[in-house]
């Protein structure tokens, strides 16, 4: 009785100390390697192995000001589609991207590879900014 009442004490005394521990962080590197196969089977056809685009068609994501200029905007078009005219490096498009069906994570996973990628320089889209965009 005496032990079970120690590791008790002991296991309360320790549950502040679990308490205070870190999630562990978002791992944008394994996150944006998912995302290649995604954007690979996806995205590939207009926006080019590289992220070059096709010039007055699809626009670039490479160095795009446009997408990089509004992380919240970039996620809700690659999660509803866009219709209409941009303008994306100095260059107007006009046309329509269908949205895409895809999990949280899987949307985080391509957001990021294509957010780091093609001299892009994006950061992390987590899979709760994806669930957040959705309520929206």
């Known amino acids: 009785?005496?032990?079970i009442?120690?590791?008790?004490?002991?296991l309360i005394a320790s549950l502040p100390f679990f308490a205070l521990q870190q999630k562990p962080k978002f791992?944008?590197?394994a996150s944006a390697?998912?995302?290649k196969e995604i954007y690979l089977r996806n995205c590939i056809s207009c926006h080019m192995e590289q992220g070059e685009g096709l010039e007055g068609i699809f626009p670039p994501l490479a160095n795009s000001d446009y997408m990089l200029g509004d992380k919240k905007r970039a996620i809700q078009q690659t999660l509803y589609g866009v219709t209409g005219e941009m303008t994306v490096n100095g260059k107007v498009y006009?046309?329509?991207m269908n949205g895409y069906d895809l999990t949280d994570e899987?949307?985080?996973?391509?957001?990021?590879y294509v957010f780091n990628s093609f001299g892009n320089k994006g950061g992390?889209?987590?899979p709760a900014e994806i669930k957040a965009a959705r309520k929206k």
């Open 1 to 3: 009785m005496k032990k």
């Open 5 to 10: 009442l120690v590791g008790l004490i002991a």
């Open 27 to 29: 791992d944008l590197k």
């Open 33 to 35: 390697e998912r995302g």
């Open 94 to 96: 006009s046309g329509e």
């Open 106 to 112: 899987q949307m985080s996973d391509l957001m990021n």
């Open 124 to 126: 992390a889209i987590t």
